[in-house]
C-alpha cells in the first residue's frame, strides 16, 4: 500500500526508523519490496534526479507500481530524493510521489527558505510531505558533489526559525555523516550533541539522516579481492550510531551508497569466477536475493520488522 511518510513517522518517532532506499534498476526495486513484505515493514522507496536521467521517470514509477501489484501487502512510500525545484514540482504533478525533497541546503538561509517553502505551498496543496535540509553534507552522491572543506553542520540555534517559516514537514540535517563510500575522512561521526540539541529545539519532529550506509569491510575487502580498487579508507556508519540516533528523533535514514557496493561485489566475482558465462539474469538472481538480505538485516537493525502491522490503515 502506498503511504505517506507522515504515517510512518508519526508511528515510528523516538522507537525505531524507516530505510529510505535509492532505487536505479529493476533488481533494487524488486529486492526492495519482496524484502519490505517478507519483514512486514514499512520502506521509503527514494528516487534521484540521477535515476530519472538513467531509467527515465515514467520507467522507474512504471516498475514500483509493478512491485507493488506483485507484493500487495508492502507499505511504501514514493520519495522524490534531492530535487530541485524543477524535479519537485514535476513530481507534485504526476501524483505518482507520497514525499519529495528539496535540496537548498548549498543556499544561503534566507534562500533556503524561500525555495523551500515554495515547494511546500505546491506540495501542501495535495497532502504531498517535503523534506527540507538544512545544513551542508560533505561527499560525494550522484552528480552533487560538495568540497568537504564546505560542509558545515546544521545549526541548532536556526532550525526552530526555519521549520516555522517554510512548514516543511521533516528535515535532513547535517550532523557528520556524508554521502559515498568513504565517510568521516575529517569527522568524527555522528555528533550526537547537535542531533539533541535539535531534537529540544524541535520534540517530535521527524529528522532524516542522509548517508546512512555502513560501508562493509569484508564488502570493501571482496570487492577488492575480485579486481577492485576501493580506497582503504572506505567506511561508514555503524550500527550501534545508527541505532542511538533513532531516540533522538531520527526517523528516516537514506540508504544508497551499500547497495551499490553489493552490485559491485556480486558482479565482480560473477565475472572473476566465470568468465566463460555472459548472462545478465545469473548476477541479476544473486543481486537480488543479496539485496533482500541486506535489507531484511537493516530493518531488523533500525526496529522496523512487523511494524507495518502497526500502521492502522
Ligand atoms: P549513502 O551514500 O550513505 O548511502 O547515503 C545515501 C543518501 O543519503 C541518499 O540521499
Redesign the pocket.
Known amino acids: 500500500m502506498h503511504l505517506s511518510p507522515e504515517i510512518f513517522f508519526k508511528n515510528c518517532y523516538g522507537r525505531y526508523a524507516i530505510p529510505a532506499v535509492?532505487v536505479f534498476t529493476m533488481e533494487q526495486v524488486l529486492g526492495l519490496f519482496s524484502s519490505g513484505e517478507k519483514a512486514k515493514a514499512p520502506f521509503i522507496v527514494q528516487i534521484t534526479p540521477a535515476a530519472r536521467n538513467y531509467a527515465g521517470p515514467e520507467m522507474l514509477i512504471a516498475m514500483i507500481n509493478a512491485a507493488a501489484k506483485i507484493f500487495p501487502k508492502a507499505m511504501y512510500a514514493v520519495h522524490m530524493?534531492?530535487g530541485i525545484e524543477a524535479h519537485a514540482f514535476d513530481a507534485i504533478r504526476s501524483n505518482d510521489y507520497k514525499s519529495v525533497m528539496i535540496d537548498a541546503s548549498h543556499d544561503s538561509f534566507k534562500d533556503n527558505v524561500k525555495r523551500t517553502k515554495a515547494v511546500v505551498v505546491e506540495a501542501h496543496k495535495k497532502n504531498i510531505f517535503v523534506e527540507a535540509e538544512l545544513g551542508v553534507l560533505s561527499g560525494v552522491?550522484d552528480d552533487l558533489s560538495i568540497d568537504e572543506k564546505h560542509a558545515r553542520y546544521t545549526q541548532p540555534s536556526e532550525v526552530q526559525e526555519f521549520v516555522e517559516l517554510t512548514g516543511c514537514d521533516s528535515l535532513a540535517v547535517a550532523v557528520g555523516t556524508s554521502?559515498?563510500a568513504y565517510k568521516f575522512s575529517g569527522g568524527d561521526g555522528i555528533q550526537f550533541a547537535i542531533l539533541e540539541e535539535i531534537q529540544r529545539r524541535l520534540p517530535e519532529f521527524p529528522i532524516v539522516l542522509?548517508?546512512?550506509?555502513a560501508v562493509n569491510k569484508e564488502e570493501i575487502e571482496r570487492i577488492n579481492k575480485a579486481r577492485g580498487q576501493l580506497m582503504e579508507g572506505a567506511s561508514?556508519v555503524s550500527p550501534e550510531e545508527i541505532v542511538k540516533s533513532i531516540a533522538y528523533g531520527v526517523c528516516k535514514i537514506?540508504?544508497?551508497?551499500?547497495t551499490r557496493l553489493l552490485w559491485t561485489r556480486v558482479h565482480r566475482e560473477f565475472f572473476r569466477d566465470t568468465p566463460e558465462l555472459f548472462d545478465p539474469v545469473i548476477p541479476g538472481k544473486t543481486y537480488m536475493r543479496e539485496y533482500e538480505k541486506f535489507m531484511l538485516e537493516k530493518f531488523e537493525l533500525l526496529g522496523a520488522t512487523n511494524k507495518a502491522i502497526d500502521m492502522n490503515v
Not at 542522509?210 to 550506509?213: D, I, K, L, N, T
Request: glycine share 24%.
Open positions: 535509492n530524493d534531492h552522491e554521502h559515498g542522509h548517508g546512512g550506509s561508514g537514506n540508504i544508497a551508497t551499500d
